[in-house]
């Protein structure tokens, strides 16, 4: 018993009893409202990630409730034990304090995922969003099948903001010893129908389960080995530009225009922050059009290439960071194959152009699937279920290079997602 409670008089040490009493019952009231999960999102929107990711996610999320109960109810025993054995006092206090803590944990996770199953918020957003989580699934599915690795259900929703992010399935998640059972990607407005930051995402998720990031870190240190200031620029952004790859290899050059629209800011594409795992805006830009030139040759991309030089000229960085992009700028083709031919540790050492080849999303072979495929293209469930990604590819790739008509294919991708799972 602490020291206060030992030199409290009787009435004090009931007063504290009843009150850790009223305490644990006002919480663990709180905490019985989380079985409905319709407290977080809608009957409507939970229907709409059902299946392969609303199902295992709903489980989850029902067990970590339970635990949090399980964990009041046994506060609550304590509570109820202090009020006939005051020695139990601190016991009952430390218990609660825990609950409160759990509680906060857990109410934090729900409201998370909650939040996100909510983002579908109309018929149009929810048939975007499961075209968006099927998407995902396919671009990870092969890698993950030849490494022998299980499928990774996905779960997308939209927010503000200019980036994508990823919450990784197989991480913890806010209350203590739970794992996340799905990969929770997050898409931003402006890129929801021009999405190849998807597959920058489930890239990050495909390279921490294949071990892909420490190789591609070697990779590029021997790529620079004759430059160790490089080495020690480049090497830290290895986990970034592994996602970059992914993204490339599933939509070419469609991933470095909507990349360049994201970096394209003029108070920071120069700039090099201490401790950004990013490469530099205009770096990075300069790598996704020399994995094109690599693997295309020559095409658009030379001319973004051109525009950005134009637009930004290194002579406005700040002048240590001025040499260091000069000299990379110089490096380029080393460094972007290296990136596409790094062996990844999962796949027995072959690269993830082993899988993944760059030369299905060239613009010509884009091209011919238009052509091939006519105007099905963007209404057949065919269509949708076997080359959804390179459709992605495809609107992106005319968005970018035929200016003039992006309104339209802007429109005609908006039209595609929103139609929706339901036509496959």
Known sequence: ?????????????????????????HWLAAATTFLDAEEFASEQAWRAVEGQVGLPLRRHLSVIVRELLDMGRAALALARSAQRDPSELPAAGHAIQQFRRRFS?????????GDAVNSRTSPPLRAALQSLDMLAMQSMDPVLARAGLPSIPVLTYLDKG?????????????????????????????????????FHESGHQVAHVTGWVPSLDRSLGTALSSDRELQDMWRPWASEIAADVFAF???GYASITALYDVVGDARTILRWPVGDPHPVGYL??????????????????????????????????EPTVRRLLERSARTLPAIADACLTSPVPALAGRPMT???????????????????????????????????????????????ERPADATSWIERARTWMTAGTAAA
Request: with cysteine; proline share 6%; glycine share 8%.
């Open 162 to 198: 200019m980036g994508a992010s990823i919450i990784r399935s197989g991480i913890r998640l806010w209350a203590p010893g739970s794992i996340n059972p799905v990969a929770a990607i997050k898409i931003v407005r402006h890129n929801l129908y021009r999405p190849t930051s998807l």
């Open 105 to 113: 944990q857990v109410e934090a996770t729900l409201d998370f995922f």
């Open 284 to 317: 990075r830009t300069l790598l996704g059009c020399a994995f094109c030139r690599l693997s295309f040759g020559a095409g658009p991309w030379d001319d973004l290439e051109t525009a950005m030089r134009t637009s930004f000229p290194t002579d406005r960085a």
């Open 354 to 400: 082993s899988v993944i080849d760059p030369s299905r999303v060239a613009p010509s072979a884009l091209a011919q699937l238009e052509r091939s495929a006519g105007p099905g293209l963007w209404v057949s469930s065919h269509w949708r279920r076997t080359e959804g990604i390179r459709i992605v590819a495809l609107a992106g790739l005319r968005e970018s």
């Open 249 to 251: 290899l599933h939509t």
């Open 1 to 25: 018993m602490s020291t206060v409670l030992a030199t409290a008089p009787r009435s004090g040490l009931q007063a504290v009893a009843d009150d850790l009493e009223r305490q644990i019952a």
